[in-house]
Every structure is written in C-alpha cells, then in structure tokens.
C-alpha cells in the first residue's frame, strides 16, 4: 500500500492512502442516502404506473399492476424508514435552520450572508417535503385492507383517499427529485470518495444497492410461488388447535343452498365433529335462517374469520353456513367476547322483513354511486333469482349480484358482467359487475359492494365474497359503490 506525507500542525504524519472502512456519520449520511436514492426510484416508478393506470387507462390492458403494487408498497416502507432515519440525522441543521428563521422574521430584518436564496429555498423545500411526507403516510396507512372499514369511513372515502395519496405522491416525488439534484454534487462527490477510498467501499456500495433493490421482491416471488403451490386444506379453532380436511370428503348441511361436491365453512365443521376431531353441539333456527354453535368442546360464542386467496382478514356479521368454502381460502373460529345477540338480531330483523313481503326479497334501499361521488338511490327493489352460478348454488337461490340483473330486468340501469379467473395473483373465478350505466371498470377501479342490515353498514358488511357467490336473505340495504386501490 503507499504511502503519503501530510503536514499537521508542523509535524509529518504517514497516513494510507486508502483508510480502513469506519463507521463514521459520514458514511452513515452516504449509506442512508444511496438507499434513499435506489427506494425512492422503485416506489416512485411503480406509483407512477399505476398513478397512469387510473388516470391515463393506459397499462389495464396489460393487467400486471396488482404485482406491481407489491413492489411500490415495500419498496415505499423502505424508503419510509430510511427517510425517517435520514430527518433524524438531520434534526440538529433542521431545527437550527428553525431558530435561524425565526430570528430573521421577528425582527423582519433578512440579512445577506452567502448564497442566501439557495438556502431558503432548501429550507422551503425540506418543509415541504416534511408536509407531503406526513400525509403520504397516513394516507399509506389509512389505504391498507380493511382500515377504512373498521374506522366507518368506507366507502365514501375510498375514492377521495385515493386520489390524495397518488397525486400527493407525485408531488412528493418531484420535491424529492428537486431535493436530490440539490444535493447532486455532494452525492457525486461523496461516492466517488466511498468507491475509490475505503477498503471494502465498493463492495457496500453493491451490497446496499442489491438489499434494496431485492427486498420489494420477496414478497412478490413468495407470492408468485405460493399461486402455483398447492395449499393443505385447513381450518384454526383458537384455543384447541389446526385441523386438516380433505374436501371430497364434506357433504354440506344446506342443501337448500349450495349443490353436491360444495359447502359451507359451518360444513368443515360439522365435518370435524363427525370424525371426533372436535366435539361441537349446534341446531338449526328457522327464525334466523342459519346454523347456531351452542358450542365447540364445551365452549361458547363461537364466530369466524374468513377470506379467499388473496385476501385479508375482515370482520363479518355472514352467517357461516352460507359462506362458500374455496380452494386456498384462510378460516379462522374464535370465541367474540362481546357476544353475537346484536348479529342474530339483524337475521331476526331480516326473517321479518321476508315474511311480511311474503317470501319476496324486498330491498328497501339500494344505492349506486358513481366515480363521481353521484348517488342513485332506489326504494323498494323486488329482487328474483337468475340462477348465474347454478354450478355451485341451488336454482332459486338469490345471490347480491341478483340485484343488478334485477334492476336490469326493471329497466331501473343498464350493466355488463365480467367472469375473471384471477385477478393479479390470486384465483377468483367469478362474475363481476364490469359496467353501470355506461360507467366502465378499469385498471385499478371499479364497482364493489356490500349488503345488510344498517347497524353493520360500511364495516362488517363490507367483505370480499364476489356477488354471484354471496347469498342473500332479505337484506336492509345493498349498494354498489366506485373505488380505486
């Protein structure tokens, strides 16, 4: 290694010149701001593509941006941590450029000193910055499944959360870009002083670029190994254990509704008490149109969780035994503590309601909304059975998705289906309503709904069982309502 001779304070000093790799802030600046660089460029690409997808309707015909939004939501966590951790390090020039300006303005005196513009626009631009971020992240946050549900703001919010965060977002990604060219020179400088330098900076600086790029990845490979990995079929009862279940082997107690060869979630547990895996005391009541569990080895107050592949855990108010079991669907039993008496009202209320119309299915109100915020609303709606998926369900049997053709039939709108055999990752097999009105779905945007009883509106209502499959008694409302995710 050479050599070189440097003079401190009239004195020789032999120092290398290429100096072991030390932890000092300057690296950590530099190794915190490559992994700004490399994040932002991911999250920023991906969110602008599907920024393009909503607005522009350019990349729907490609249908690749449900994995696309994978990599933007990970790669956006990272950059929120190494962002957090980046104003950190700043806080002490932050806050005494604070006090500097405070100084200046209460006296309203703003003297001169070097390149003063520069600074008070960095100044400006990192407040700003600091502005667009808070509200990236909580409207990140407020956009992950099933948060504006249980906060009773879905879905009249949806739309307009929506469009904040993504327009918010590119805002804050030019802010940041004017940031970085701010700092270009500093960054240029800096990494040629890491690569050419310190002992094992080229190998660093490798290495960050590669953990950040692969980070977003894992989840979406583990997602795209995990839709071509067979799953084992299993249900959890918390606080007894997993149970396993081959699915030809269940025969459904509601043949009323679902045909051979399908079944229920209540069915996989019938199923289970059959072969002396759980012990489990239910009846049926006809008053509320459904299977009650009295108890599960000796317990009370069961309730369930249930989602298909791809989905989330969502609070539900459904009765079990009509909730159609699918292949790669998560069913979790757990006791409610604060009892199921104001869930068996509503199926009460509703037996009520379909006896006094004497077996019709009535609607007293259905809503349409628009992307446009517009409102129909409809009184009085008869809803009959059109049989659409009598491959799974009885002839007769009236489903959500009834209600569109039934409104189509009484010349109330106009609509188009779409079958869909996945969607992104994740199989679904279902009929969607693809238009009202004219309105057409696209890329990230479309119609979804939710139906029930008004004391469930917008949260336990509102679960993810597409609407050919999710039947219906005689519900207080159903809407189907415009959003973007």
């Known amino acids: ?20 790799f030390k932890i000092k802030r300057r690296n950590i600046y530099y190794l915190i701001d490559l992994g700004l660089v490399v994040s932002f460029i991911l999250f920023f690409s991906t969110g602008l593509l599907k920024l393009l997808d909503i607005y522009g309707y350019i990349f729907y015909p490609f249908g690749f941006l449900v994995n696309t939004s994978i990599i933007h939501n990970w790669s956006g966590l990272i950059f929120g941590i190494v962002a957090s951790s980046h104003t950190v390090l700043h806080m002490k020039w932050f806050v005494q450029k604070i006090r500097q300006a405070r100084r200046r303005t209460k006296g309203l005196k703003l003297k001169r000193y070097g390149n003063s513009g520069r600074r008070i626009f960095t100044y400006i631009l990192n407040i700003t910055l600091a ?33 904040l965060h993504d327009w918010n977002g590119f805002i804050f990604g030019l802010l940041v870009s004017i940031h970085f060219v701010l700092h270009w020179k500093w960054l240029v400088a800096i990494t040629r002083n890491v690569w050419t330098r310190l002992k094992y900076g080229k190998i660093i600086m490798i290495l960050s670029v590669v953990i950040v790029l692969a980070f977003p990845m894992v989840p979406y490979s583990i997602n795209l190994l995990n839709s071509n990995k067979p799953k084992t079929e299993g249900i959890n009862i918390q606080l007894i254990g997993r149970f396993y279940f081959n699915p030809e082997d269940i025969e459904t107690v509601r043949p009323d509704i679902f045909k051979n060869d399908h079944f229920s979630i209540f069915d996989v547990l019938v199923h289970l008490d059959k072969v002396g895996e759980i012990q489990m005391l239910y009846h049926f009541s006809a008053d509320h149109n459904t299977y009650v569990i009295d108890s599960i080895n000796g317990m009370q107050d069961w309730w369930y969780y249930a989602y298909y592949d791809g989905g989330w855990k969502e609070n539900n108010v459904f009765r079990i035994d009509h909730y159609p079991y699918k292949p790669k669907m998560a069913m979790t039993i757990f006791q409610k503590q604060a009892g199921l008496q104001p869930i068996y009202n509503t199926y009460l209320q509703e037996n009520s309601r379909l006896n006094n119309n004497s077996g019709i299915r009535i609607i007293p109100d259905v809503y349409i909304v628009g992307s446009n ?21 009885q002839d007769g049997v009236i489903t959500a998705i009834d209600v569109i053709l039934s ?10 289906l779409k079958w869909y055999d996945s969607i992104g990752t994740a199989e679904t097999r279902s009929y969607w309503v693809h238009t009202i009105n004219g309105e057409e ?45």
């Not at 001779?5 to 072991?20: A, F, N, P, W, Y």
């Not at 009085?380 to 998926?389: F, I, M, Q, S, Y």
């Not at 336990?460 to 609407?467: G, Q, T, V």
Request: with cysteine; hydrophobic share 40%; charged share 20%.
């Open 441 to 485: 779905s696209y890329g990230r945007c479309g119609f979804v709904y939710e139906e029930g009883d008004n004391d469930f509106i917008h949260k336990d209502n509102h679960i993810h069982i597409p609407s050919d499959i999710r039947v219906i008694n005689s519900p207080e409302y159903i809407a189907y309502f415009w959003i973007c995710i």
């Open 373 to 393: 915020g517009v409102e129909l609303l409809f009184h009085n709606v008869e809803v009959t059975a059109h049989n659409l998926r009598n491959d799974i369900l």
């Open 407 to 416: 409104m189509g039939d009484q010349g109330l709108l106009t609509y188009e």
């Open 1 to 20: 290694m050479t050599q070189q001779l440097t003079v401190k304070k009239g004195k020789k000093v032999t120092k290398s010149e290429k100096s072991k």
């Open 131 to 163: 502005i667009s971020s808070i509200i990236l992240l909580v409207t990140a946050i407020l956009k992950l499944p099933g948060i504006l549900a249980q906060l009773g703001l879905y879905p009249h919010y949806s739309f307009s959360l929506t469009l």
